[in-house]
């Protein structure tokens, strides 16, 4: 009997000023996934990052990049974009994601086919117990609840960093945020994609001493939360125009009783506030409009993506049934 393929993994790990940990991540990473490939982002850091994890990875295989882009969206871009495989991780080099959780992941998505697998860091109450900067654990289930509103998918943690994703939906991927904005993009496109999204409990580690988390609780989270709502212009706009025509079509009908109210009482035409009530209702109608025919112009481009990605699906599962891990 022919012997099974391997199955190809990668590693995708981005890196900014990690000196401290990088070493030790990539170590636990290749003590759980011998067989995968590494591909570690330098992100443009001014420590010893790149020359840390040149050390330990064995670049015959593994890649090293330098991404001179500032952010981590830029840096999952550049390693999505230089590797191929069936199935890619993507962790921290913080050390925060446990290896042993990612491999947790790995088989689920082995077991149920999902397109993502994203690491829950909330149900098992680790994070909570690790971070001890309120704002971000406030702005995590604010920014959770928005997003899961705007998908139409109940999510738990939408800011993990620790995920695993399918080829499917990885080739499906185009990353045009720089930020921490990546795990709320991956997000809203699966759900634009209709995807099999599932989150694992999994736990979170405290990063080593004297070094700081990247994240700025309030610039970064005015940016995720922006980055949502232009999301959401972009994949449901008749939602979004609908309540644009409604707000504009309450003032309208607020100014005109004034109008009316007020030639009732003086005789006067309020010419400006009618004019200003004419605009209102005016907008109002347009934006509905304009909502509906975005409405018509995304529902057949999602149709049609949506065939495909079902499409490319359906080999990778075929492909995944011939190998093994």
Known sequence: ????????????????????????????????????????????????????????????????????????????????????????????????????????????????????ISGDRISSGTYADVNKRRGHSLGNKFLTWTISKLAGQSFVDVLSGLRVMSRPFVDKLDISSDGFQLETELNVIAAYLKVDIREVPISYRARVENSSSKLKTIKDGIRIFKFSIESWLTFAPMQFFSIISFLMFCFSFGLSFRVISGFLETGLSYATTATAAAASGFIAVLSIFIGFSLKIIVRNLRRNQIAQFVCDKRKWNSSLDEKQL
């Open 1 to 116: 009997m022919k012997n099974k393929e391997l199955l190809s993994l990668s590693i995708i790990i981005p890196a900014y000023n990690e000196e401290l940990s990088i070493g030790a991540t990539i170590i636990e990473y290749k003590r759980v996934f011998p067989h995968a490939r590494f591909v570690v982002v330098d992100n443009n850091s001014t420590d010893a990052t790149y020359d840390e994890a040149r050390k330990l990875l064995d670049l015959s295989s593994d890649i090293l990049i330098s991404e001179k882009k500032q952010g981590k969206g830029y840096a999952v871009k550049s390693a999505l974009s230089s590797i191929e495989a069936d199935i890619y991780v993507l962790t921290d080099a913080d050390q925060t994601y446990l290896a042993v959780d990612a491999k947790k992941l790995l088989y689920t998505m082995l077991e149920t086919r999902a397109d993502m």
